[in-house]
């Protein structure tokens, strides 16, 4: 079977997912990306890891499917590319400051054939202001970008009052989070729950965090490019 949809919003496209891992790993050779530089590693790594994502919407209560959504950090297309393959009712963008990455992710989108995908190259700060950003995604997603009281202050601007954020994290976020609580207030989202997942022995344990927006966010946030990184809140 080619492809199995097990919700109307839903569909895992093995060939289309086989064929990211290979266009991926091309472009890995020129660029270097990431580095999981093996199919078996890519699959594992950014495909499984970002797919995980579909499982944790089913466990942790309250969270809806998106219409719209943006990966902050985006680099090589992760979790951007598996989400956008398998959920093809939601919107997809992506951001990052790096702009060959962008344009490697963009010639990755064309060879897909992927229609519901946006890339832009800006800074999280600066975009945040664009008011055709701020306030407009029902979810936002980071791997590997920053702790969870910076990824706060760049995600929760351009959410939707009642959107979610995702951060993916290793199992040890205990920390992250108990640092996270001043942004969490002064942000307006509450701590919405975490999806423990394992990819394999090689990869072991990781978790996927989750917030809520609960208000509007004060135009003060976030603040200049550079200071959520320097001095988080
Ligand atoms: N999410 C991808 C993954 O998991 O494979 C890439 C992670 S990579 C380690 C982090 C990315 O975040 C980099 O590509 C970097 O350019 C981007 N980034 C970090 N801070 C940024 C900022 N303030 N504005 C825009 N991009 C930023």
């Given at each position: 079977m080619r492809a199995v949809c097990y919700?109307?919003?839903?569909?895992?496209d093995q060939v289309k997912l086989r064929q990211l891992v290979h266009v991926f790993l091309e472009e890995n050779k020129k660029?270097?990306?990431?580095?999981?530089?093996?199919d078996e590693h890519c699959w594992i790594g950014n495909v499984l890891d970002s797919l995980s994502f579909l499982e944790a919407l089913k466990s942790v209560e309250g969270l809806k499917m998106p219409a719209t959504l943006l990966d902050i950090g985006t680099g090589g297309g992760f979790p951007l590319l598996p989400l956008a393959i398998s959920l093809p009712e939601t919107h997809c963008s992506g951001i990052d400051a790096t702009r060959k990455k962008i344009d490697a992710v963009q010639r990755i989108v064309a060879s897909l054939g992927l229609k519901n995908v946006g890339l832009f190259v800006d800074r999280f700060e600066d975009k945040a202001r664009d008011k055709n950003f701020?306030?407009?995604?029902d979810c936002v997603t980071a791997r590997a970008v920053a702790p969870i009281a910076v990824l706060l202050e760049y995600a929760v601007p351009f959410l939707t009052v009642g959107g979610f954020c995702a951060f993916w994290k290793s199992s040890k976020v205990a920390d992250e989070l108990a640092a996270s609580v001043n942004a969490q207030k002064i942000l307006g989202v509450s701590f919405a729950g975490t999806y423990e997942y394992d990819l394999s022995s090689d990869f072991g344990k990781r978790l996927i965090v989750f917030f809520r927006k609960t208000k509007t966010t004060s135009s003060?946030?976030?603040?200049?490019?550079?200071i959520p990184k320097a001095k988080p809140l």
């Amino acid at each position: 079977m080619r492809a199995v949809c097990y919700t109307p919003f839903v569909i895992i496209d093995q060939v289309k997912l086989r064929q990211l891992v290979h266009v991926f790993l091309e472009e890995n050779k020129k660029l270097n990306l990431s580095a999981f530089r093996t199919d078996e590693h890519c699959w594992i790594g950014n495909v499984l890891d970002s797919l995980s994502f579909l499982e944790a919407l089913k466990s942790v209560e309250g969270l809806k499917m998106p219409a719209t959504l943006l990966d902050i950090g985006t680099g090589g297309g992760f979790p951007l590319l598996p989400l956008a393959i398998s959920l093809p009712e939601t919107h997809c963008s992506g951001i990052d400051a790096t702009r060959k990455k962008i344009d490697a992710v963009q010639r990755i989108v064309a060879s897909l054939g992927l229609k519901n995908v946006g890339l832009f190259v800006d800074r999280f700060e600066d975009k945040a202001r664009d008011k055709n950003f701020r306030e407009k995604f029902d979810c936002v997603t980071a791997r590997a970008v920053a702790p969870i009281a910076v990824l706060l202050e760049y995600a929760v601007p351009f959410l939707t009052v009642g959107g979610f954020c995702a951060f993916w994290k290793s199992s040890k976020v205990a920390d992250e989070l108990a640092a996270s609580v001043n942004a969490q207030k002064i942000l307006g989202v509450s701590f919405a729950g975490t999806y423990e997942y394992d990819l394999s022995s090689d990869f072991g344990k990781r978790l996927i965090v989750f917030f809520r927006k609960t208000k509007t966010t004060s135009s003060e946030y976030p603040r200049k490019v550079g200071i959520p990184k320097a001095k988080p809140l």
